[in-house]
């Protein structure tokens, strides 16, 4: 499982740059909280490897699955808690819960900036919680 900010990663597959070309359909994991993105550790070598071969060629825009075996995405994303075809609301709350969990091991152990981190990403998770709230009821009500 991968963590960020103290929350957990989402696995997903995603567009990145390298210098200036575009590498399509690469494997990451995307931080719902700080919004930070980061090639998923299987797929990093390849990832590197094709980035460089790319640049090097000059080419524009290159697609990570047609110049590389695809590993199985259920191999890749099976430590993830959260995956990107999932609701995203469920997605909050899953965090939430984990955020609170972690809140608690962190206020037994007295660990102050800890328990300051997870509380600032709880605000970050509630606000965004409050607009996918917000979204759906107003896009039902349309």
Known sequence: MSFCCG????GTSG???????YIHNVPI?????CHR???HY??????DILADYAHGDGASEVDFGEYVDGKDSQELYENCVNHENEEPLDVVHNQIDMALDLLAIASGL?????????K???????????????????????
């Open 29 to 33: 994991l995307f931080c719902p909280v």
């Open 7 to 10: 929350a957990s990663m989402i």
């Open 120 to 142: 600032r990403r709880l605000h970050v998770l509630s606000e965004r919680r409050n607009k996918l709230m917000h979204k759906k009821i107003s896009g039902g009500a349309k």
């Open 110 to 118: 007295g660990d102050e900036e800890w328990i300051a981190q997870l």
């Open 37 to 39: 993105v980061e090639v």
């Open 15 to 21: 567009t990145l740059k390298h210098i200036r070309t």
């Open 42 to 47: 299987l797929a990093q070598n390849e990832y």
